[in-house]
């Protein structure tokens, strides 16, 4: 994908290593795993799912 045209775009891409899991009609997002300084943002629809791990320094 070309990066953005406009200097007033804003972005985020992330890699991401999309899994398979149980079957979910709608998409959803959850935080399965929660530490003081860093959580798992899980997103799943179908059988997709993107976990997204998050952490503070």
Known sequence: ???PGD???V???LDVR??????????TFDF???QPTA????FRWGTVV????????
């Open 39 to 42: 959580t798992t943002l899980r």
């Open 50 to 57: 993107v976990p997204l791990e998050i952490a503070v320094q």
């Open 1 to 3: 994908m070309p990066p």
């Open 18 to 27: 999309p899994e398979s899991g149980p079957m979910t009609d709608i998409l």
């Open 11 to 13: 972005q985020l891409r």
């Open 32 to 34: 399965p795993v929660v």
């Open 7 to 9: 200097s007033t775009d």
